[in-house]
């Protein structure tokens, strides 16, 4: 095949990366990954940087971003709105370092200030005398649009500053602060949840979502929207002179605006890139979405002094992370048997590279999700993987659907046993209704002995699967017959094996009833509802008798979660099953230990961030074992925050509602 000409090719460029900028930047639906864009981006680099002769008037890389959009008043940047020059390893960044060095010999002592590269949608925010009085999308980096009228809706944006009138601070008489307008991935969640119950639309990702609402033209429907801000640079400012970028941030702090607080300075550019490369691998601790980490020098007048590379500034850097959003093609849906039946769908997919690892298969949801967003056989569709999380499929590239693209239908059979599949009514689910189905049967051992269940630590999915394809067990309670003389059968069992088996299995036996309750599989019945159920009932002989409406009278256990414990209980199978267990001599009546005086007692805590000494569950434990309760999420009802590093937006919430903060020190000293 003849080679394209660089003119061709370059034009052929230029024009597609001119649309997808188009469909990210202007309509929010972009129709490739970041990943795919970047190399798109970086091909027409290559060309013009090979041949300056064909770099056109109308390059991408001439330009700053995408258009403005025509329902929005246009607003004049006081200064360029930039992007920064892209690093995707550790050697570019040091090739950075040392083309800056050879301009500048200052490059070679100064300090750098590194800051996450967050996902969100740029805004540009106007004060006068400390009054907040415009703001503006960033838009092609000269002209943006006017939303400020939704940008009063983000409750984290200070209208006046300094937020604290009781400070000493005195702001300038004009000052142009840009920032990140983003919605933090719990709050994302949450809303995405809203949006299932109410039978909307859900969103594709916290960036796309919050770019939505603030380009609303009614600032009523961006109020309802959980967006948040945060804030890492001054574009302009009148009267005031900031020298280093570590006092610029810290003058915005002091003002009340909302800043990252995993920013960090360092004194020299080895120390650095370390601090970026070990954030590729915990970013998802953090609250928000980024992209990667920006390198910038402290020194502001140092790095004005280095000036640009066409529209990059040289004073900064983008480390970018591996990209975790790729488009492939779905070839089929599979569908997976829980162990409560629910019949789950997921992803064989034409394999691809994200985040360093060759995905073939990835998460559905439910059939639900998979007819919302109208995923069909054949599609191309936009997936995403983040860190250590199963892949999930984002939805279809609409534009880019084949013509013989098929909807898909949910089976009417299992994919196990053949077994008629039943939908209940008001759920999502669909459930395979055969109690002696294989798959229902590994996944209720997995669970049982796993952590959320008894913890008998050495038995995992593949002794579970072996015990249930060698017919050892028809149900869990059989787990506790099993000899050493069956185990010595098994294929990969010698003595030594079979013993630790054995000794796990026995550990089991002496779980107290809190866990027992969890292990069981009662629907609705996690750690948090096991636990006050154990507490106020003590064993299971009383759970057993209680009725639906006085289980609703535990804070907690709701009417469905009630109706669910009584109809487990009710049936012959699982009472079947509590017989063989108390046989086996596994019947606690033990709950979980209280020391009087603790001051935990009826208090609700909720821990955050991420503790010096101790792990979350050391933590829950500790506040367990002294009357407390431990919840996922803050409301007014909360008593507690148990404060860690990396907090993010529960930290907010809390002082939202007056909730006292403690730190770890402080939990240990009132738990005494």
């Not at 402290?298 to 992370?321: Q, Y």
Request: charge should be neutral; proline fraction near 5%; charged fraction near 25%.
């Amino acid at each position: 095949m003849a080679e394209i000409p660089h003119s061709k090719r370059a034009a052929q460029l230029r024009q597609q990366i001119q649309y997808h900028s188009y469909r990210y930047h202007v309509l929010s639906d972009p129709s490739v990954s970041d990943k795919e864009y970047d190399a798109l981006f970086r091909e027409l680099q290559k060309i013009e940087s090979d041949h300056p002769e064909l770099i056109a008037p109308d390059s991408p890389t001439q330009r700053v971003g995408g258009a403005v959009s025509d329902k929005f008043a246009k607003v004049k940047h006081p200064a360029p709105i930039l992007s920064l020059a892209n690093a995707f390893n550790s050697d570019d960044v040091r090739a950075w370092f040392e083309r800056i060095s050879k301009l500048d010999e200052r490059v070679a002592k100064t300090e750098f200030v590194v800051e996450p590269k967050i996902d969100g949608l740029t805004v540009v925010l106007h004060y006068k005398d400390g009054l907040f009085v415009k703001g503006a999308t960033r838009g092609d980096g000269e002209t943006g649009e006017d939303i400020t009228p939704n940008l009063k809706t983000v409750k984290t944006l200070p209208l006046r500053i300094p937020v604290d009138a009781a400070s000493k601070v005195k702001p300038p008489s004009t000052i142009v602060v840009r920032g990140e307008a983003v919605i933090f991935v719990e709050d994302f969640e949450e809303l995405n949840k809203k949006q299932l119950a109410a039978g909307e639309k859900t969103y594709v990702n916290p960036r796309n979502t919050a770019s939505g609402a603030l380009r609303q033209l009614d600032s009523k429907l961006t109020a309802t929207r959980p967006i948040s801000l945060l804030c890492y640079s001054v574009v302009d400012v009148k009267g005031f002179a900031f020298k280093t970028q570590w006092d610029l941030l810290e003058t915005l702090k002091a003002y009340g605006f909302p800043v990252a607080g995993v920013i960090k300075k360092f004194p020299d550019i080895e120390s650095a890139i370390k601090y970026c490369e070990s954030w590729n691998d915990k970013r998802d601790t953090l609250d928000y979405e980024i992209d990667g980490m920006v390198i910038k020098i402290n020194a502001l007048a140092l790095a004005a002094d280095l000036g640009f590379v066409g529209k990059d500034p040289r004073g900064a850097i983008a480390f970018k992370f591996p990209a975790r959003e790729v488009t492939t093609t779905l070839n089929d849906i599979g569908v997976n048997v829980g162990r409560t039946g629910v019949l789950t769908p997921y992803a064989i997919l034409e394999p691809v590279e994200v985040g360093g690892v060759t995905v073939r298969q990835a998460t559905l949801h439910n059939f639900d999700y998979i007819a919302e967003k109208d995923i069909r056989l054949g599609d191309r569709i936009l997936l995403k993987r983040a860190g250590d999380v199963i892949p999930y499929v984002i939805g279809p590239v609409l534009n880019a659907r084949p013509k013989d693209a098929k909807p898909y239908k949910p089976p009417k059979k299992c994919p196990t046993c053949g077994e008629p599949v039943e939908q209940a009514e008001d759920e999502v689910a669909y459930y395979c209704i055969n109690a002696s189905c294989p798959d229902q049967l590994i996944r209720n051992v997995e669970h049982f002995v796993g952590k959320g269940g008894l913890d008998m630590e050495g038995l995992g999915s593949k002794l579970a699967e072996q015990f249930v394809a060698e017919k050892l067990i028809a149900d869990v309670a059989d787990i506790f017959t099993i000899s050493n003389s069956q185990l010595l059968t098994l294929e990969g069992f010698a003595e030594k094996k079979a013993e630790n088996v054995l000794a796990a299995i026995e550990s089991g036996r002496s779980r107290p009833l809190n866990r027992l309750l969890a292990a069981l599989g009662i629907r609705g019945v996690g750690e948090v509802a096991a636990n006050d159920l154990a507490s106020h009932f003590g064993s299971l002989e009383a759970l057993q008798k209680a009725d639906v409406e006085s289980l609703t009278q535990i804070e907690g256990i709701g009417k469905n979660t009630a109706t669910s414990i009584v109809d487990w209980f009710a049936r012959p199978a699982n009472k079947k099953l509590l017989t063989k267990l108390k046989k086996a001599g596994v019947n606690p009546t033990s709950v979980v230990r209280k020391v009087e005086g603790g001051g935990f007692s009826g208090k609700t805590f909720v821990i955050t961030g991420t503790l010096p000494n101790w792990s979350r569950d050391e933590a829950k434990s500790f506040i367990e074992e002294r009357g407390g309760k431990v919840t996922d999420s803050v409301s007014k009802k909360t008593d507690y925050l148990v404060l860690g590093e990396s907090p993010g937006s529960k930290l907010a919430k809390a002082q939202s509602f007056g909730v006292a903060i403690l730190d770890e020190a402080a939990l240990r000293e009132i738990g005494k």
